[in-house]
């Protein structure tokens, strides 16, 4: 069955730097764009980044841009969210999602930016 499996987020002080990954299993990975999504209380749900199958491709939010770098290691079944120079405005819980074909969501994990 498929899965979708984030890492643990953490807490991370202002300007620090914080990596996610999300390990899939029981679908092909390599045929799959992914992506992840964040929803802070009080806004709409974010889609955060997208990498294309062979990740030669990838579109950033305009809040993340320059910060965020999402990458992927198809060998491993992973989809990783480097974030870098984190703000209090990123803390929210982030799901990793498949962005083609059937969607599939991850159960999510907390980012918390904090001093």
């Known amino acids: 069955q498929v899965q979708l499996v984030e890492s643990v987020g953490g807490l991370v002080q202002p300007g620090g730097s914080l990596s996610l990954s999300c390990a899939a299993s029981?679908?092909?990975?390599?045929?799959?764009?992914m992506s992840w999504y964040r929803q802070a209380p009080g806004k709409e749900r974010e889609l955060v980044a997208v990498?294309?199958?062979?990740?030669?491709?990838?579109n950033y939010a305009n809040s993340v841009k320059g910060r965020f770098t999402i990458s992927r290691d198809n060998a491993k079944n992973t989809v990783y969210l480097q974030m870098n120079s984190l703000k209090p405005e990123d803390t929210t819980v982030y799901y990793c999602?498949?962005?083609?074909?059937?969607?599939?969501w991850g159960q999510g994990t907390q980012v918390t930016v904090s001093s």
């Open positions: 029981g679908f092909t990975f390599s045929a799959a764009a």
């Open positions: 990498i294309s199958r062979t990740g030669a491709g990838t």
């Open positions: 999602k498949t962005h083609s074909g059937i969607w599939y």
